[in-house]
């Protein structure tokens, strides 16, 4: 009998949605090629604004949004050293197919979880507050966003760890709550019930269902 685990709504369970959109900007911030020596904080200063300017476009459609982050995202998040993360020791449990199928459909479940969120965007902006230095050389970005409307604003932090000479960011931290510890804890009850066939079946089905939602907007 099939089980009827489903993935939950992953971070909108514990931020509010229009924090996704944050997130989802967070896991763009690094689309432009890096400057010989530029830092992390470079990276974020000089790219969000970009970024934001996409979100802010009403001459694009939701879908040319999708397209025009998915590009960003899927070329400078480093989802092999996101993947492994979320899995932890999970990840050995999965074959090379497995492994390449997980990092496949994470990406997409990513894009699709985000994309539905994308006119939540209210002309948010970023300060950046600085940066400090991690384990393994990573460095973590501190910033503020500043809410349209005034009121506290949402801290934010982008870790980036650097592969080759570009830096390439691994998390995003959103009011305390890290989008690989959330989805690490999801994935690791639904591997204990089902293993990698399981997992890679629901994130399957969870893509598929929200792909059929954006479709209708």
Known sequence: MKANNQIPKLTTQ??????????????????????????????????????????????????????????????????????????????????DAQQAEFINEFKKHISATYSKNIDSFNNEKVVIDGEREEARGDRTVLTRILRSGGGEPFLVQYRLRKKGEQWMIIDVIVEGVSMISNFRSQFQEIMTKGGPDHLLELLREKSAAAEKELEGK
């Open 14 to 95: 514990v931020i509010p949605i229009w924090s996704c959109i944050v997130a989802c900007i967070g896991l763009c911030l690094a689309w432009a090629p890096a400057a010989e020596g530029a830092t992390p904080s470079d990276i974020v200063s000089k790219t969000s604004t970009a970024v934001i300017d996409v979100l802010q476009n009403k001459d694009l459609s939701l879908l040319e949004k999708r397209a025009n982050i998915e590009k960003i995202v899927y070329a400078n998040v480093d989802f092999d050293v996101v993947s492994r993360l979320v899995l932890a020791r999970n990840w050995s449990k999965f074959n």
